[in-house]
Every structure is written in C-alpha cells, then in structure tokens.
C-alpha cells in the first residue's frame, strides 16, 4: 500500500475519534467539540495531501480512487450526523440537509458501483470538489457553533450573527450538493446508460 492510500486509512481511522470526542459529554465545558473540531479539520486536510502526493509521484491507483470518496463520504456523514443529532440545526432544515447532502452521495456511489461493473473509474470534477470545499467549511463552523450553546461563551447579537453565517454556510453546500449531482450524473450518464463508445478508461477530473 502507497503513501497516498495510508493518508486515507488514517482519515478513516480519525472518525471513530471524532464522533467519541463530540459526543463525550463529560469533558467539561464543551471542550470535547473543539477536539473534535480539530480531528474533522486534520481529517479534511489529509484529503487534499493525499491526492497531492498521489498526482506528484504518480501514486494514482485505482484502490486510491475506491477509498478516497469513501473516507470523505463517512467522514461528512458522521459530522453531519452529529450535529443534527444533537439539534445544532434545528428541525426540519436540518434534516433536509442531511437527506439531501447524504442521498447525494449515496445517488453517485450506486452510479460509481454501475461504472465499476463496466470496467469505468469515475473521479470527481471541479464543481463536485467546491461542493466538498464549502462542506469542510460548514462543518466546522456549525462544531464551533454546537461548542458555543454547549459552554455559553459566546451569546446575544454575537451568537446570532454566528448562527446566521452557519445557516448561510449550509444552505450553499446544501445546494451545492444538488447541483453538483445534477452535473455528475449528465456528465456520465452515457458510462451506465450502455451508450458509451469509450474502451476502459477514468473519467477525467
């Protein structure tokens, strides 16, 4: 296993941390969400390390491909799970953005699963890549934002102006999430549709 592909497994390794740290309710004042916080911006970053090494000394592989959109998959997920469990998006837009953003992903894994069967590796474009920028930028801030109900450090005008910069931040990535697999799928929809022409091959990024 290359360089590239361990990067990955730890960003998947990171996540169990990441929920026990958010979830640990006993570290007083909070402080377990900045730790995890912490953890989901480490993990973040290990994404865009890991696909530099892999592009710079040609690392590519197609098991780097398999696991790199999983481990961003789980961790989104689990982050985004974790602040609508505990109500840091209030009910109901908070779960329409998680059954958006989460049914996205499983939408466009079902479609890579389809393209494997046809000997097609489907990487992500640009506009799936903002998509994933502006989500590794909501999710802390809504970490932040859980931290700051749970100590109480921060209230009145400068909690609600917090509250409504977090709102925005998700509602982009949200729609992000739509666009971004409405133009996934147009992109390759002839890849599973059997009109493809194309012999193995990636599409490319």
Do not use: H
């Not at 109480?152 to 102006?161: A, H, N, P, R, Y």
């Amino acid at each position: 296993m290359n360089l590239p592909n361990k990067i990955t497994i730890v960003r998947i390794i990171l996540i169990p941390f990441m929920i026990f740290f958010y979830l640990a309710s006993f570290i007083p004042d909070g402080w377990g969400k900045i730790v995890a916080l912490v953890i989901f911006v480490v993990a973040a970053l290990t994404d865009m390390l890991d696909g530099q090494i892999a592009r710079r000394r040609n690392l590519v592989t197609d098991l780097g491909k398999f696991l790199d959109p999983i481990a961003d998959k789980l961790l989104v997920t689990s982050a985004l799970l974790l602040v609508l469990c505990d109500l840091t998006v209030p009910a109901p837009y908070g779960v329409i953005a998680g059954i958006i953003i989460i049914g996205r992903e499983l939408i466009i894994s079902a479609f890579r699963q389809v393209a494997a069967t046809k000997n097609f590796v489907m990487a992500a474009d640009w506009f799936g890549k903002i998509k994933a920028i502006v989500q590794d930028i909501s999710i802390p801030a809504l970490f932040l934002l859980s931290y700051f109900y749970t100590s109480g450090v921060v209230t009145g005008t400068g909690l609600f102006v917090f509250e409504i910069i977090n709102w925005v931040l998700l509602g982009l990535a949200t729609l992000l999430t739509i666009l971004s697999g409405i133009n996934y799928l147009v992109k390759n929809w002839e890849v599973v549709s059997g009109k493809s022409k194309k012999g193995k091959e990636e599409i490319e990024k």
